[in-house]
């Protein structure tokens, strides 16, 4: 297995991989289709977690491969952890939620966790002992994250948190949990903190498996917060620092979701490549047929645009990494998650159209796909949500 690649900052310019990334995807393709595919649409029939993706990963060190060396892990760059999600997610979006959620829930820490707290979390996390969530969401504070309940109060040296968080990806498995929660109710966004919880901290519990159109082998669940007494020191950063730090994640995280996009939408096309080509209709291949072939190269020529654009934003996330300029991130990470995630869905919709009746069955894949192309446009924020981040941060 090559290793997770890291390029020199300059190299980012160029806005392609190197050759250290394209061994890294050969790998990753080689393993995904080997140990992933084949219980894909068992994970998606079933509704269950990937067990079987889990141990891959983690036997091969790319379930989170960001984790800086410094941890443990193996010290990817933005474009190395984007290319993994995109190879896993080509035959199993559900499985590829496990290194980008990994991601999501434990960039917190990275970003603006203490030297003590980073030992503590990011290690068993490179190690494969535990897993990661994110929890900023609520009931009733979806777009309008701001608006969030969840209270922490001061208690002595512990802070005592209450309050639901919806729509948790990987709730229940995930051992370690980034919860934002009110700690100023007076100052809004400026009086919200972030928190490391842990799923065996008293007062911790989970609800019900969301039932969902997609995505249907990651568990979606709410996490329930009920008198959770945790040690100060578990506070990410300043207090009322945690919608900034909430926000700066989900700049480098949503170049992951526009990864998974961009792996969805692949498998649909490599899929349907192959069927026109086999599939025969008045006496020739349906792929000889101009109507065909000009789908084909609509879905080519969307799924590189939003390639291109998705390892732009990748590079712009490993500037900042490496202590760069970030002035532009924060419109390209919203710029590529919604533009990438737009043409997943086109994309795989037009593979079902490709496939006609066949397709639009449980026994070909790219109906799953389209299904799972669908919560790309809706999570880490609603491409209106990016729409609106855009035209705040334009370039
Ligand atoms: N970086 C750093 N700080 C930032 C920031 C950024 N990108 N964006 C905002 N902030 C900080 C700033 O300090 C800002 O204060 P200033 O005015 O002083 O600059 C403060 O936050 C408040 O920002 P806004 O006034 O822009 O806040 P808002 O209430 O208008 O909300 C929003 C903005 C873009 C709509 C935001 O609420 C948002 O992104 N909503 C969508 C939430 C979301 O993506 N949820 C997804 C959950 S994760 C998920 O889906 C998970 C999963 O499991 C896969």
Redesign the pocket.
Known sequence: MASPGKSAAADFGLYRPSEEHDMLRDSVRALSEAKIAPFAAEVDEEGRFPQEARDALEANDLHAVHVPEAYGGAGADALATVIVIEEVARVCASSS?IPA?NK?GSLPVVLSGSEELKKRYLTPLADGRAMF??C??EPDA?????GMKTKAVRDGDHYVLNGVKR???NAGVSDYYTVMAVTDPEKR??GISAFVVEKDDEGVSFGAPEKKLGIKGSPTREVYLDNVRIPADRMLGEEGSG??TA??T??HTRITIAAQALGIAQGALDYAKGYVAERKQFGKPIGDFQGVQFMLADMAMKLEAARQLTYAAAARSERVTLGGDGEDL?FFGAAAKCYASDAAMEITTDAVQLLGGYGYTRDYPVERMMRDAKITQI???TNQ?QR??MA?NLP
């Open positions: 939620l959620v999501l969530s994110y900023l969401s979806g777009s309008d994250a701001g729509w948790i990806t966004t400026k919608f900034a926000m700066q989900l700049d924060t999570y880490e924020g949500v609106i981040v705040r």
